[in-house]
């Protein structure tokens, strides 16, 4: 809930990444395998987390793609920067859910892989 009154500006990574790269590890390192109702939240809740964040990181990826403006060496090569940045947390993410504990073998193949297929695949 804490991105979506993000408001996101011609300069997407400017509103929304720096926010997002600072609350995953902080919200998953918070996070613990108890019941429902503890505070600080379930694995359920940390994996719910990362996937929604996953998801408005390919949304943003393809908005600095397709941004209008020059096509200046400068213009491009900032864009790929940004575009790598988002690289890289999006492995820190998957990488944070691999390292959940409590999400069984199971659990990973009927809810979360196919979750992180279907946007990739969109």
Known sequence: ?????????????????PVKSHATPTTID?????????????VVDSYNFI?????????L???IQHMPGDKTKETKRR???????????VGSN?????QL?????HEYGSK?????LEEVAS
């Open 79 to 89: 864009r790929e920067r940004e575009r790598n940045d988002l690289r890289i947390l």
């Open 101 to 105: 504990e409590g999400i069984s073998a």
């Open 51 to 59: 996937l929604s964040n996953l998801v408005e990181m390919n949304r």
């Open 1 to 17: 809930r804490l991105f979506e009154d993000t408001p996101l500006t011609e300069e997407p990574k400017k509103s929304v990444l």
């Open 30 to 42: 918070t996070t613990t395998n108890e019941t429902p109702k503890d505070p600080n939240g379930t």
């Open 94 to 98: 998957l990488n944070r859910l691999s």
């Open 61 to 63: 990826w393809i908005r």
């Open 112 to 116: 979360i892989l196919p979750r992180i």
